[in-house]
């Protein structure tokens, strides 16, 4: 499986990846081990004027846990990176979308600081590197219908670990997706529009089915909205059946970025749907704290997911 993922993205970079992006020094590079390959063979869809060149930058001043946290601007051409699981192969997946309030992308906290995480559990993580509508040129920027450019990201990629998953030794009834703030919203995003790819599909991974088969989302936003914040964004709501993958739901109410109503509407459209949903509130812990241990008590929400997979059958008891 292991060679077989190699050979796949090795080939991918000599075809797209040195080309489109060789004069390029300050993209994202993930830890030794690992590529990061386009999602995309050609033109991206929809592709928009960015402000500038894409770069990563360390904050420094808002501190996680103590620690200064890294994330990237400007991404034009999207990318997955791939991490296979250590030890022994669970068969589940893990699509992780990085959030950052469709503006960046928090590509260490959110990303592959969770990937370290999963892959130590024997379940394959995959980084989405999506486009954000913040960063372009847009007259409007925000979360789809506003902005299709993320969602179309999500669904390409779903579609492509989905093709992928005989070889890359994935269960490919066993593949979700794992969110933070507005990455939160793409989760919830994907676990209703999937019934229909949102650009013009272009090859066989755009045959695959891009339903997620479980969804988390961690202290989400872009969900609630009105004057009491106690409704649930509109496309979500018009969009959403019984058919929504299982969905589990985070987040702290002193949360001063993301209110808790964004998982508190989203939980009641689901169970109203039939769609099985646990939702965990913490009463204190802020907002975007990653899996970095603290001294607050949401910091166990790992183990929490972890149970939750065991008990839908992702993962074996």
């Known amino acids: 499986m292991r060679i077989a993922m190699r050979v796949w993205i090795v080939g991918l970079c000599l075809v797209f990846w040195c080309g489109a992006l060789g004069g390029q020094k300050s993209v994202w590079q993930p830890s030794a081990g690992h590529v990061q390959v386009p999602i995309w063979p050609g033109k991206v869809p929809d592709a928009r004027p960015f402000t500038g060149p894409e770069t990563i930058k360390t904050d420094a001043k808002d501190l996680v846990a103590g620690q200064p946290w890294v994330y990237i601007n400007n991404v034009s051409r999207p990318t997955m990176t791939v991490?296979?699981?250590?030890?022994?192969?669970?068969?589940?997946?893990?699509?992780?979308?990085?959030?950052?309030?469709?503006?960046?992308?928090?590509?260490?906290?959110?990303?592959?600081?969770?990937?370290?995480?999963?892959?130590?559990?024997?379940?394959?993580?995959?980084?989405?590197?999506?486009?954000?509508?913040?960063?372009?040129?847009?007259?409007?920027?925000?979360?789809y219908p506003d902005s299709p450019i993320a969602l179309e990201d999500a669904q390409r990629t779903m579609g492509l670990v989905r093709l992928h998953?005989?070889?890359?030794?994935?269960?490919?009834?066993?593949?979700?997706v794992l969110g933070f703030s507005a990455g939160g919203h793409l989760v919830a995003a994907m676990s209703v529009h999937f019934a229909r790819r949102v650009y013009s599909p272009i090859d066989a991974a755009d045959e695959e089915?891009?339903?997620?088969?479980?969804?988390?989302?961690?202290?989400?936003?872009?969900?609630?909205?009105?004057?009491?914040?106690?409704?649930?964004?509109?496309?979500?709501?018009?969009?959403?059946?019984?058919?929504?993958?299982?969905?589990?739901?985070?987040q702290n109410e002193d949360d001063d970025v993301d209110s808790v109503y964004d998982s508190l509407v989203y939980y009641r459209a689901l169970k109203k749907a039939g769609v099985p949903v646990e939702m965990h509130l913490y009463a204190t812990g802020g907002h975007a704290f990653g899996l970095r241990r603290t001294d607050k008590a949401v910091t166990e929400w790992p183990a929490l997911v972890e149970r939750w997979l065991r008990t839908i059958g992702m993962v074996s008891q």
């Open 83 to 143: 991490y296979p699981p250590k030890g022994k192969n669970t068969g589940a997946a893990v699509v992780v979308y990085p959030g950052g309030g469709y503006q960046i992308l928090a590509i260490d906290l959110e990303g592959s600081e969770v990937c370290d995480w999963l892959v130590a559990k024997g379940i394959t993580c995959v980084i989405l590197k999506y486009r954000v509508p913040g960063e372009a040129k847009l007259p409007k920027a925000g979360p």
């Open 165 to 176: 998953a005989p070889e890359w030794g994935i269960n490919p009834h066993k593949i979700g």
């Open 209 to 250: 089915s891009c339903r997620p088969d479980f969804a988390v989302a961690v202290y989400p936003g872009h969900l609630a909205f009105g004057k009491d914040a106690n409704t649930l964004n509109r496309d979500i709501q018009s969009h959403l059946t019984r058919d929504a993958p299982p969905t589990f739901l985070l």
